[in-house]
T-cell receptor
Framework: GEEVAQTPKHLVRGEGQKAKLYCAPI?????VFWYQQVLKNEFKFLIS????????ETGMPKERFSAKCLPNSPCSLEIQATKLEDSAVYFC????????????FGQGTRLTVV | KNEVEQSPQNLTAQEGEFITINCSYS?????LHWLQQHPGGGIVSLFM???GKKKHGRLIATINIQEKHSSLHITASHPRDSAVYIC???????????FGTGTSLTVIP
């Protein structure tokens, strides 16, 4: 499709529960990025993929966060044992390649941990 | 360290005014994006620039690669332009975005 589709739009989890977020990149885009927006204008890079391979995971918290991009499936970001501080909007973006860095952003998933 | 700075942080304008938002970055880039985020959170990419100038409707974006500076201009501003505007750079050496701190724009009727 011609848009990055993120689901769900909103997700509420009790502290300690698992949260799973999905991102379908634009068809033909090889790169997928996940960002966490905690405060109003602060974006934290989490992880990027080149197709199904992790490209850069330097921002990924090691303990409770994991992500995958499998062929023919939406990419996913999973948070085990959520904490209050995980409450944020999680954005996904996709681009065609580093040489074609025009990126498209999804609408985000607002995760609220209560 | 790659830093992206925006100014001003907050901006209030009367409807019809010409608006400029500035973005400076510290390392060489392959591209710079201007993004718009409305309350409710969704992000729209307005422009991607690697050189020169682009125009779309009332929006104009310019970039000066030598000075590592970009500007977003809004002509004849309208209350529906009220949003947060964010610049995001992609360094030459990397493949992730570095986001500016955002400019919160309010246009008053």
């Amino acid at each position: 499709g011609e848009e990055v589709a993120q689901t769900p739009k909103h997700l509420v989890r009790g502290e300690g529960q698992k949260a799973k977020l999905y991102c379908a990149p634009i068809k033909g885009h090889s790169y997928v990025f996940w960002y966490q927006q905690v405060l109003k204008n602060e974006f934290k890079f989490l992880i990027s993929f080149q197709n199904e391979n992790v490209f850069d995971e330097t921002g990924m918290p090691k303990e409770r966060f994991s992500a995958k991009c499998l062929p023919n499936s939406p990419c996913s970001l999973e948070i085990q044992a959520t904490k209050l501080e995980d409450s944020a909007v999680y954005f996904c973006a996709s681009s065609q390649s580093p040489a074609r860095p025009e990126a498209f952003f999804g609408q985000g998933t607002r995760l609220t941990v209560v | 360290k790659n830093e992206v700075e925006q100014s001003p942080q907050n901006l209030t304008a009367q409807e019809g005014e010409f608006i400029t938002i500035n973005c400076s970055y510290s390392v060489g880039i392959s591209a710079l994006h201007w993004l718009q985020q409305h309350p409710g959170g969704g992000i729209v990419s307005l422009f991607m620039l690697s050189s020169g100038k682009k125009k779309h409707g009332r929006l104009i974006a310019t970039i000066n690669i030598q000075e590592k500076h970009s500007s977003l201009h809004i002509t004849a501003s309208h209350p529906r332009d009220s949003a947060v505007y964010i610049c995001a750079s992609i360094p030459n050496t990397g493949n992730q975005f570095y986001f500016g701190t955002g400019t919160s724009l309010t246009v008053i009727p």
